[in-house]
């Protein structure tokens, strides 16, 4: 079974660092981009980064531009989510996803979700 | 960024109803329309892919139609494992975006 896996979460200050990953197993994992999304307590689902199957192009969504990065190792089938300066606004419980087709870029449905990690920012 | 408007914010039927959700969308975002499922503490599950077909594994119960900005889904007859939250979700243009989603509940 097609399956992503998330780990990293936890509770950081603000201003703190916290890298998240998400390990992927039985599909062609470079073949396919991949996406995190959010959604903080109580609230709905927020895109927060995408990225091709390459590593060759990234977006992200303007909440969190010039403070997370998103990456990929193809050889450990993993992704990750580099995220600096946390704000309490960040809190949330975040998901990986597979894009269904895409290869490239973040346009296409979201068919492989991962259990979401959470993350708190609090003092 | 493409808003997008879902209706109703939540709703409640009875087993067997027939239960329409709309999403429309801020600007003309084509067939470029997703449906998810979210049950309480579980990961969103992808249900209709653009805009009207049927992801594989979901029950035919479940369907979508509309292009341009107007979109609805449909659940031809309720089963008590559909209660959950649904969203709509575009991915036009970036940033994706969500509907705000639509709480469903067995009366």
């Known amino acids: 079974e097609v399956q992503l896996l998330e780990s990293g979460g936890g509770l950081v200050q603000p201003g703190g660092s916290l890298r998240l990953s998400c390990a992927a197993s039985r599909f062609t994992f470079s073949n396919y981009a991949m996406t995190w999304v959010r959604q903080a307590p109580g609230k709905g689902l927020e895109w927060v980064s995408g990225m091709g199957g390459s590593g060759g192009s990234t977006y992200y969504a303007d909440s969190v531009k010039g403070r997370f990065t998103i990456s990929r190792d193809n050889s450990k089938n993993t992704l990750y989510l580099q995220m600096n300066s946390l704000r309490a606004e960040d809190t949330a419980v975040y998901y990986c996803a597979k894009l269904r087709i895409a290869a490239v870029g973040p346009y296409d449905a979201f068919d492989i979700w991962g259990q979401g990690t959470l993350v708190t920012v609090s003092s | 960024d493409i808003q997008m408007t879902q209706s109703p914010s939540s709703l409640s039927a009875s087993v067997g109803d027939r239960v329409t959700i709309t999403c429309q969308a801020s600007?003309?975002?084509?067939?470029?329309l997703n449906w998810y499922q979210q049950k309480p503490g579980k990961a969103p599950k992808l249900l209709i892919y653009d805009a009207s077909n049927l992801e594989t594994g979901v029950p035919s119960r479940f369907s979508g139609s509309g292009s341009g900005t107007d979109f609805t889904f449909t659940i031809s007859s309720l089963q008590p494992e559909d209660i959950g939250t649904y969203y709509c979700q575009q991915y036009d243009n970036l940033p994706i975006t969500f509907g705000q989603g639509t709480r469903l509940e067995i009366k």
């Open positions: 600007q003309d975002i084509s067939n470029y």
